[in-house]
């Protein structure tokens, strides 16, 4: 029997305009009736794409004592964490969807700020094989996780932007097909550059890798 798809949007608190949403939006219904996670500030994101939270997690301290947003969703689910933690709030919120059955998340607010917590967010993309598709859009990029089990492939018009790069540790046996700079069988480590700024071929893209993990970025013109 197929897994029920169970899919989750995730408002962390990081930069976010609701042109990215509307950008996912555009692509369809599918998340209609996804589960609306908003961790910690990333409430204020979730408000003002008018969606309802569905689950808050956090340890709250980016929601001043006086926001309002919290007394008028009571009803809203709320996993309170202390702020003396070993993982960060959007971490959590990762696991917790693993251990719930999530099958497909969507994150937004992870870029932006300081430099040292857009590092760890982007990073925890690839701390593990996540057990669900995982997907991240931001103000220019729209990319997911290739893993072994996950490949990537999707109609894009030529000359479409991407890169691609190894997110735990060597990623060996990648292959990209559909693109100017095809690659075949080949191994990509950290800081090789070889997968930066390539370009759609036309048809179909396709990105897989034998081993590791890859970040696929898609460079986004809307």
Known sequence: MAQQVKRALV??????????????????????????VCVDGGL???LD????????????????????HLTQYS???????????????????????AD???????????????????????SLFGATQWPFKLRMIDATLDACV??????????????TVFSVLPISGDATGVSVAGAKYPLTDVTLSAGDSLG?????SGGTLRISTETGL????????Q
């Open 44 to 46: 204020k994101h979730c």
């Open 100 to 122: 719930r059955g999530v099958t497909d998340v969507v994150v937004f607010g992870h870029s932006g700020g300081r430099t040292d917590h857009m590092l760890f967010n982007w």
């Open 214 to 221: 890859l970040l696929f970025m898609l460079v986004r013109t």
């Open 196 to 200: 930066l700024s390539n370009e759609t």
């Open 146 to 159: 290739v893993c072994p089990e996950l490949d990537f492939s999707s109609q894009l018009e030529p000359g």
């Open 11 to 36: 408002f962390a608190n990081g930069d976010f305009s609701i042109a990215h949403y509307h950008y996912l939006a555009s692509q369809g219904n599918e998340y209609v009736d996804a589960l609306v």
């Open 49 to 68: 794409c008018q969606l309802k939270p569905s689950l808050l997690i956090g340890d709250m301290d980016s929601i001043a004592s006086d926001h309002k």
């Open 75 to 97: 009803d809203v689910e709320k996993i309170v964490h202390p702020p003396e933690k070993n993982q960060s709030d959007l971490h959590l919120s990762l696991q917790l969807l």
